[in-house]
């Protein structure tokens, strides 16, 4: 995965994305009422799953105002070659965004999955990645089943029937559970609107953190997998950002794990972690 930065596009002078551009939500959080509870539950607008669903399309988001300098970093986070339409703040948002972007190194990393989804292009299999997503539950999308995985999802089979799939929730807890949460290769505590997205390689590896809330999330606890020995933050708004409470946090059945804290989160931040 190399720098996304030149692959966002901002729309001036009443220019349009391409025709054949597939067009994005504006990232956000919408606060649902919880029928359980008298709380309200975050519904996350993200668009994530929709960029990994479509390898090599051009993507189109129509922002205002804060939103996009996040959509800017979704679409950097994603590798997604974007065009953005925005209102004047808007596009200050952008600007702002984009100077941050640029001072995050290039790095050719791989997305870390630990388990495999077929998709068959239906409504059911979308809604699935979508909540996977939201879930940060690490996913690599299939044309068929990878033998190297130990979980492959299918809709329409056996272990996942089309109408146990009406129910994207209860599949998505399910394969969670089949996963195992001391396997997952990236846990993140303390919020729910916090989508995260984990790329590495032999001795180094990289977080994108996105908050999709539009107010700083404090105190953000962090779980990834691998014998990393330190971390470097870079947080968009942040001056002189730096991580806390760095832990080794001991060996499981799925390999070392290390955790550590963004003190506080804006809208976007980039860690870098690394073996000695």
């Known amino acids: 995965m190399l720098a996304a930065a030149l692959l966002l596009h901002l729309l001036t002078g009443g220019a349009e994305a391409p025709a054949d551009a597939v067009k994005l939500n504006e990232p956000g959080v919408q606060y649902r009422p919880n029928e359980a509870s008298a709380t309200s539950s975050p519904w996350i607008d993200a668009n994530g799953w929709q960029i990994l669903r479509a390898p090599g399309r051009k993507f189109a988001y129509r922002v205002k105002g804060e939103t996009a300098g996040l959509a800017a970093a979704e679409a950097f986070t994603y590798g997604a070659d974007a065009f953005l339409s925005a209102d004047a703040s808007g596009e200050a948002a952008f600007g702002r965004m984009l100077e941050f972007l640029k001072t995050v190194p290039a790095a050719d990393l791989a997305p870390v999955a630990d388990f495999g989804v077929v998709d068959d292009g239906s409504d ?3 809604e699935l990645l979508n909540l996977l997503t939201r879930m940060n539950l ?5 044309k068929k089943p990878d033998r190297s995985f130990h979980l492959n999802v299918r809709l329409g089979t056996k272990e996942y029937p089309r109408e146990e799939a009406q129910d994207p929730s209860a599949t ?4 969670r559970s089949q996963i195992g949460d001391d396997k997952r290769s990236l846990r993140v505590y303390g919020s729910e609107v916090v989508i995260a997205r984990l790329v590495g390689g032999p001795r180094q590896a990289r977080v994108f953190l996105l908050n999709y809330a539009g107010r700083p999330v404090l105190g953000l606890r962090v779980r990834v997998r691998g014998a990393y020995s330190k971390g470097e933050l870079r947080e968009s708004g ?3 950002a730096h991580l806390q409470d760095w832990t080794p946090a ?3 059945e799925g390999g070392p794990l290390v955790e550590f804290t963004v003190p506080e989160l804006r809208a976007f931040a980039v860690i870098d972690l690394s073996r000695n």
């Open 124 to 126: 059911e299999a979308g």
């Open 138 to 142: 690490l996913y690599r999308i299939e």
């Open 172 to 175: 998505a807890h399910k394969i």
């Open 238 to 240: 942040v001056a002189d």
């Open 250 to 252: 001991g060996q499981t």
